[in-house]
């Protein structure tokens, strides 16, 4: 006898309000009703992580992790949706945290120098520590109101106009003392070299 669409849509209905009455009696404590509403959609979890992750060897902790916050939260559970669609939006979450979680982790690396991988990983041609501190001299250097136009605008990057509000001066008066401050720092830079 062959299956038709109707006959699987009617069947998947029919589960879907199978797990949802057992987890809304799971909710009220009842401990065959949990047992019976994580059986019936573990393998669809399970499943639908491996999807998501593309990682078929973590399906199984994702799941678990699915499993876990559903059940701690199924007192928030009313079933005004069927169990199924929850759990599953619920297991998505799981995988996104687990993408952040494994984004922020540091990563292993099997060198015998990992103090050579790490500097030949850092961009090149950056200042260092040295031309920071070389840099903080020299804007010492500058008189208060040039230091202060010339950190606004070209180190925080705030417009002009804004800089001018800040400092409590017209925009031209900002603009000039930036001019004089690169000025001051060129003669500086050529003095030291």
């Known amino acids: 006898m062959r299956d038709t669409k109707a006959d699987h849509t009617s069947r998947t209905a029919s589960c879907d309000e199978s797990t949802t009455a057992w987890a809304l009696a ?70 996104i945290d687990s993408h952040r979680y494994a984004a922020a982790r540091p990563r292993l690396c099997d060198t015998d120098d990992w103090t050579l991988t790490a500097e030949r990983a850092q961009p090149t041609g950056l200042p260092g520590f040295d031309d920071g501190i070389a840099l903080l001299d020299l804007l ?19 417009p002009y106009a804004e800089a001018a509000e800040m400092s409590d001066c017209p925009v031209g008066t900002v603009r000039s003392r930036v001019a004089r401050a690169r000025a001051t720092l060129v003669e500086l830079l050529t003095e030291a070299a």
Not at 45 to 72: C, I, K, N
Not at 82 to 93: N, Q, Y
């Open 26 to 95: 799971a909710r009220g404590g009842d401990p065959d009703a949990t047992d019976r509403f994580v059986r019936s959609l573990h393998r669809d979890v399970v499943r639908y992580v491996a999807y998501l992750s593309a990682d078929p060897q973590a399906a199984d902790d994702l799941a678990q992790d699915t499993f876990l916050r559903a059940l701690g939260s199924l007192h928030r559970f009313e079933g005004r949706s069927s169990a199924r669609a929850w759990l599953l939006s619920i297991a998505r979450r799981a995988v």
């Open 140 to 158: 010492d250097a500058l008189p208060d109101e040039r230091r202060e136009a010339f950190v606004l605008t070209q180190l925080a990057g705030l």
